[in-house]
């Protein structure tokens, strides 16, 4: 949402980064001009932003509801039997979700920097094609190396679709518009643990057609959808602002001038800072390194509860059916909390007030659920914990990109916030699947009760951090000649202003 509240705290750069643009926009949008002291985004209808969200936004929610999806229906299928059928221990269930993570962790900072030279609309529909095949795959497989080998592939094919759509979205909304694009789409990650209790109640149902038990139609069906708008995508996704087709020619200069006074992309000019140095410099920013702590914590309570609700429900006294069906409440508040509280972070401006809200909020969750032995008040503090460890990703996610610049250091540590959660993915994996014993897993609980506190004591210092940065840069300017007129502006430059 913009008002002027919004402007003073975003100043316009001159130039900044760009997925090359198409020469439609005219020359008008591409004059130098100095550093303006406000970024007007207002000047853009309101009716224009709503074409560009009509136009990506569903695609790249609906990738990522697939993705996510995909990863965690093993939950669903470990309480349909997985585990008997293939006559796997629970050492040997968690090694195949470590499995899945180690390809995750490592493929998603290359495939950022890959994405600048082949264009989000090959590569993210390419992504997910491939991972809906192993997905399908864990269907047809007879043992326990065949589930090795579906994971692995799962996660080398689905790791850099996260950050690759969070870089994706950050050339497309001026940085204080993105989260509440990004909540939308990380509300797809609770949509998908919601709806795949729904999903997973009625396909089990299909145990025994042609053979085959319900849980492996269960990764059959889902990962032939998931193909198949694979291959749809190829045709719905824009590269950039510039070819959404629904926008006319004057739209999109105001949407590419709005876009550069922000500091995000600069039209027909090829990104000389997108460089080795640049991706280096990411790894020294204290606020870089501070989010990067913070996402270890997130990713191992977001991956604990998306895989493992499923069996922490059945814990509490619930089975079959009904067990997949109530994982579903939990999840869907947490994707009303997060567009919500997106509203308020995007109109003030405040990542870092909406993470410390969400982490205090699960802390009590985890409280509760650590402290009581009754099942109907363990199953209530899922409505805290859930919600509060969901609705942290997307002001992570944003904050990150909002703060990071020129693109080659949005896209490193946009990747690096990834894989540091998917580090995290690794020890939840462990803490649930065979550290912390059933029901109470009260070793996990402790641990992810500690990483809320963490995770807002992390939130409070960047937030000091950025703020003594934003005053230190207005004393600066104070003294400096004037902005630069023809620099790609990096956020360490007194004319960039951090994003609280």
């Known amino acids: 949402m913009s008002t002027t509240t919004d402007l003073a705290q975003v100043p316009s750069k001159p130039k900044a980064e760009s997925f090359e643009l198409s020469d439609k926009v005219s020359s008008a949008s591409t004059d130098e001009t100095p550093v303006a002291e406000l970024t007007d985004d207002s000047l ?7 074409k560009i969200d009509l136009c990506i936004l569903p695609v790249v929610s609906l990738m990522y509801f697939l993705s996510s999806l995909d990863k965690s229906n093993i939950g669903n299928a470990r309480i349909a039997g997985l585990q008997q059928r293939l006559d ?3 050492k ?6 470590t499995v899945t993570l180690i390809p995750y962790i490592l493929i998603e900072i290359p495939s950022n920097v890959l994405l600048k030279f082949v264009g989000a609309r090959f590569l993210l529909p390419t992504m997910v094609v491939l991972w809906g095949f192993a997905c399908a ?7 326990y190396s065949g589930l090795i080998a579906c994971r692995f592939f799962l996660g080398l094919f689905e790791g850099g679709l996260l950050p690759g759509i969070a870089l994706y979205m950050a050339t497309f909304y001026p940085r204080r ?12 990650t609770a949509l998908a643990s919601a709806f795949s209790g729904l999903l997973a109640a009625a396909i089990i ?4 057609v042609g053979g085959r038990a319900g849980y492996e139609w269960l990764f059959i069906l889902e990962g032939l959808f998931t193909i198949v708008f694979g291959l749809v995508s190829y045709f719905l996704l824009p590269n950039t602002p510039v070819t959404v087709p629904a926008l006319t020619d004057s739209e999109k200069r105001l949407v590419t001038k709005a876009l550069r006074d922000d500091g995000i992309i600069l039209a027909n000019e090829k990104d000389e800072h997108y460089t080795a140095a640049e991706l280096l410099r990411t790894f020294m920013a204290p606020h870089v390194i501070l989010m990067a702590i913070a996402g270890f914590f997130s990713g191992a309570s977001l991956s604990g509860l998306s895989t493992f609700l499923p069996s922490i429900v059945v814990g509490l006294g619930y089975s079959g059916s009904r ?4 994982t579903v409440p939990p999840f869907a508040v947490s994707a009303v909390l997060s567009i919500l509280t997106s509203i308020f972070s995007d109109y003030y ?10 982490a205090g909020l699960s802390a009590i969750g985890f409280g509760i659920f650590y402290e009581s032995f009754a099942s109907n008040i363990r199953y209530g503090a899922l409505f805290l914990l859930v919600p509060g460890t969901f609705c942290v990703g997307a002001p992570l996610g944003t904050w990150m990109a909002n703060n990071s610049a020129p693109l080659m250091r949005r896209a490193t540590s946009i990747a690096l916030l990834t894989t540091m959660t998917n580090l995290g993915s690794v020890l939840a994996s462990w803490l649930f699947g065979f550290i912390s014993p059933a029901p109470r897993y009260t070793s996990a609980t402790v641990t992810l009760l500690v990483f809320q506190v963490a995770t807002a004591l992390l939130a409070g210092v960047n937030v000091t951090w950025l703020t003594r940065e934003n005053k230190r840069k207005e004393v600066a300017k104070a003294r400096a000649d004037g902005p630069p007129k023809s620099t790609v502006v990096p956020n360490e430059s007194i004319w960039y202003t951090y994003v609280l």
């Open 137 to 143: 795959m864990q269907g047809v497989v007879t043992n």
């Open 44 to 50: 853009v209808p309101s009716s224009v932003w709503a």
């Open 323 to 326: 067990a997949q069906l109530m």
């Open 205 to 208: 149902k299909m145990n025994g």
């Open 349 to 358: 401006g405040k990542r870092g007030l909406t993470i410390i809200f969400f």
């Open 92 to 97: 040997e269930f968690t090694i195949a979700l």
């Open 177 to 188: 518009k993105l989260q509440l694009r990004m909540s939308v789409m990380f509300s797809a």
């Open 88 to 90: 796997i221990n629970d």
